[in-house]
């Protein structure tokens, strides 16, 4: 019998979600032997799909369910078929709110062998994580409209931003700073326009610099953050920022260290009151959805992610670097479908 049992739900979702979760799923059961490690998986079929047959999107009896799983494993949402926002804000946003994903963690790393579009750069000049706030900002859904569909329509949309929750936030990149060699932290955000916000992120971080002086702090303001990306990645170690700025730079990350199939990410809930929830940056991709064209790369290093979040570091590891592997021999080669990229890093893994 294994030593380690973990309670996996998987929720594969839309588009491409159900084809890059397979191949996680396999590069996690190719790992899970040599750990020790058993999954007890649970599949929730949420998504487009039970919306046109039954109206659901996230049943509080399946919320419930998924507060008692260890960790969940989230392919992506939203289908052109449905609103815009009906699956995004009522599931995948539902799940970071009520399961308190407070850090949205997104590295920006370029791994070695990697086309970027960055003339010259190396994967040293390119090695960041984001510390993207999650259960905040403009994605409350604090606003409203007035006298919609007229010629004086009204829609606000406000950013909700509390002490207590800048505050944890900050606290988790200043941590992650001061593991890296690096230590530095930079606030990215727009104090001189935002400036209730941008202020409680100011003073915030300042006093909680205080308990961390051995790491240095800089800001940046966002529209230039998005061209130091592309001019100048090297200038950032790890970036702590709001939701929103949070989603649009990640999307750059991932552009700058080679495409957005290789961007992983975790909704963390660092407190572990509730079940943290890994998942590619990428949506649910509906241009190139059933042909077998999506990298599952992000989806497999998120599984490492999650790996390393259950304490598995050492699991972790070893899939990190049979995707660094696989990657590294990409260059040149021909393209691979999605399941055959995940044969070959899983066949690394076991290896
Ligand atoms: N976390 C999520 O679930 C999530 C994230 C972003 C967007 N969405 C939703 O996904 C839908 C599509 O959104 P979008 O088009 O803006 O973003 P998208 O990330 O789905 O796609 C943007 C582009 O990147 C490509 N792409 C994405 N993932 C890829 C992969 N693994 N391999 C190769 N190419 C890949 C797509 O083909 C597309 O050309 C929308 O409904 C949106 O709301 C969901
Ligand atoms: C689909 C959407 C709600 C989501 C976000 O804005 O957070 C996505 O863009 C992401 O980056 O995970
Ligand atoms: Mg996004």
Redesign the pocket.
């Known amino acids: 019998m294994a030593s380690r049992t973990i309670r996996l739900a998987v929720v594969a ?1 839309d ?2 979600g159900p084809e ?1 979760v397979a191949e996680g799923l396999k590069v996690l059961d190719a790992v899970a032997p040599a750990h020790d490690l058993a999954i007890e998986q649970a599949t929730y079929d949420l998504g487009a799909a039970r919306w046109h047959r039954t109206g659901e999107v996230l049943p509080d009896s399946v919320l419930a369910e998924l507060r008692g799983q260890d960790v969940i494993l ?1 392919g ?5 078929t449905v609103p ?1 926002g009906v ?2 804000r009522g599931l ?1 946003l539902r799940l970071r709110f009520e399961l308190d994903h407070y850090v949205n963690l997104r590295p920006v790393k370029l791994y070695p062998g990697v086309t970027t579009p960055l003339a010259g750069a190396t994967p040293d000049d390119i090695d960041m994580i984001v510390v993207r706030e999650g259960t905040e900002g403009p994605y409350t859904g604090v606003g409203g409209v007035l006298r919609k569909g007229t010629p004086h329509e009204v829609a606000t949309q406000e950013s909700v931003n509390t002490a207590f929750g800048v505050e944890r936030v900050i606290r988790y990149a200043f941590e992650q700073a001061q593991a890296r060699p690096r230590r530095k932290l930079t606030l990215v955000h727009k104090d001189n326009v935002l400036t209730f916000a941008g202020d409680l992120y100011q003073r915030t971080l300042r006093r909680v610099a205080e308990e961390y002086p051995d790491v240095t702090v800089d800001y940046c303001h966002v529209d230039a953050a998005t061209m130091f990306f592309v001019n100048q990645p090297q200038r950032f170690d790890v970036i702590v920022t709001d939701n929103l700025f949070g989603d649009i730079i990640t999307d750059i990350g991932a552009a700058i260290a080679g ?3 290789l961007a992983a990410s975790g909704n963390v809930n660092p407190d572990r009151t509730a079940p943290s929830m890994f ?10 959805a059933g042909q077998g ?4 790369t ?1 989806t497999i290093l998120s599984v490492a992610m999650l790996l390393d979040h259950v304490g598995l570091a050492e699991a972790a590891r070893r899939v990190e670097q049979a995707v660094s592997a696989d990657l590294a021999e990409r260059a040149g080669a021909p393209a691979r479908s999605t399941a055959e990229i995940g044969d070959a890093i899983a066949k690394r893994v076991v290896g």
């Open positions: 979702g588009g491409i890059v989230l992506a949402v939203g289908d052109p815009s699956l995004e995948l495409g957005i199939g998942e590619p940056v990428h949506g649910s991709a509906p241009d190139i064209k999506a990298d599952p992000a």
